[in-house]
């Protein structure tokens, strides 16, 4: 869906380059995902044997090696990344640039890789084309070609991997996990007393919430033996993205690996909270698929194979991930009261999620 309004801000346009800034600039609704970022995408009208700026050079941004034409324009939500956490994270994208899959912050005409204004932090990157895998239903070719970029982007960061410690993706669960178990004040009995979200969410039906309390009631007990499981396992951090799941991966129509996006949520912490994440979200529970992705990974790692029980953290930080997130749904929407741009997007993401935790209930996994 395409907005007509709302154009980029003067200020920033005047910061880009003269001839970006004189592209056709079309905003992009429900395209920034749900960190409440905003999008655009500009096109060049400037015919393609035209004589091109250093500045603009692919190969100076992505890694592509080619005339940029179409460019992306990030707003930033004013809190979030601050100045110091942009720049790091725009640092080591520049540092993986060389793999071409990644949207390489453009500088302004200041030198700096994003501009701070009163409402938002702003960036420009090459527009990366291609299409996302279907939720849990990639490809074998598909999986093979995600699992071996990720490998490539995290040997990318590898060289600032730390000493093994506690990684934070697991002391983030073990925190959510105590506050819904929490017996004080238990958030589940909360929501169901909470009222109801007519005035944003048209399609709430009580159904909708009996199901997501059930599920729960299912779920934390059997995450926290999960967690358990963990308790003072050590494991090397390094630069991951976080936030890597299937929408987050583009492919061209011949099956290779466009673009990886969103970089919002990086930080060190353990690559089993990329792998986890991305491989369930491309192929859900079949462990066939999970043993062809670590094997895609691996074959892509300059140092071969990993400890086995790499796969199996990242298999449970994941399962773990999944529930969390219906739970953090469910507080966002009726405890917090947010509202969010596209309320159809965000029930469908919560009951692809609800869908998937009911079927690994019903196998009695975990």
Request: charged residues 25%.
């Amino acid at each position: 869906m395409v907005e007509t309004v709302h154009q980029p801000d003067p200020q920033v346009l005047e910061w880009l380059s003269p001839l970006v800034a004189s592209a056709r600039w079309e905003p992009w609704v429900n395209h920034g995902g749900f960190s409440g970022a905003r999008l655009w995408r500009g096109r060049l009208a400037h015919a393609a044997n035209e004589s091109w700026s250093t500045d603009l050079l692919s190969a100076s941004h992505s890694g592509r090696f080619e005339p940029a034409s179409e460019f992306c324009l990030r707003a930033w939500p004013a809190r979030h990344p601050d100045d110091q956490r942009l720049a790091w994270i725009h640092e080591r994208l520049g540092k993986a640039r060389h793999l071409g899959v990644l949207a390489v912050p453009i500088p302004g005409r200041d030198g700096r890789t994003f501009l701070v204004t009163k409402e938002a932090r702003w960036e420009l990157a090459e527009w990366l084309p291609g299409t996302p895998a279907p939720l849990g239903q990639a490809t074998s070719e598909q999986v093979q070609a995600a699992l071996a970029a990720v490998a490539c982007l995290h040997e990318a960061w590898s060289d600032e991997r730390t000493e093994a410690r506690v990684p934070p993706a697991w002391l983030d669960r073990r925190h959510l996990l105590d506050q819904w178990l929490d017996p004080t004040e238990p958030p589940l009995r909360r929501i169901h007393e909470a009222q109801p979200r007519a005035d944003w969410l048209a399609t709430e039906t009580t159904s909708l919430r009996v199901r997501i309390g059930e599920l729960l009631q299912w779920f934390l007990p059997v995450a926290e033996r999960v967690v358990d499981r963990w308790e003072g396992s050590l494991w090397p951090l390094q630069p991951v993205l976080r936030d890597l799941w299937s929408d987050h991966v583009l492919f061209s129509k011949d099956v290779r690996v466009t673009g990886i996006l969103d970089y919002g949520a990086m930080r060190f912490d353990t690559v089993a909270t990329d792998l986890g994440r991305l491989v369930g979200s491309l192929v859900g529970d079949c462990d066939q698929s999970w043993n062809l992705a670590a094997e895609s990974y691996e074959r892509s790692l300059k140092t071969g194979r990993l400890d086995a029980s790499l796969w199996r953290f990242a298999r449970d930080l994941e399962f773990v991930g999944l529930g969390l997130g219906i739970a953090n749904w469910a507080r966002w929407i009726w405890l917090d009261r947010r509202d969010f741009p596209d309320s159809d997007a965000v029930i469908a993401r919560l009951l692809g999620q609800m869908d998937r935790l009911a079927a690994i209930k019903a196998t009695g996994a975990r």
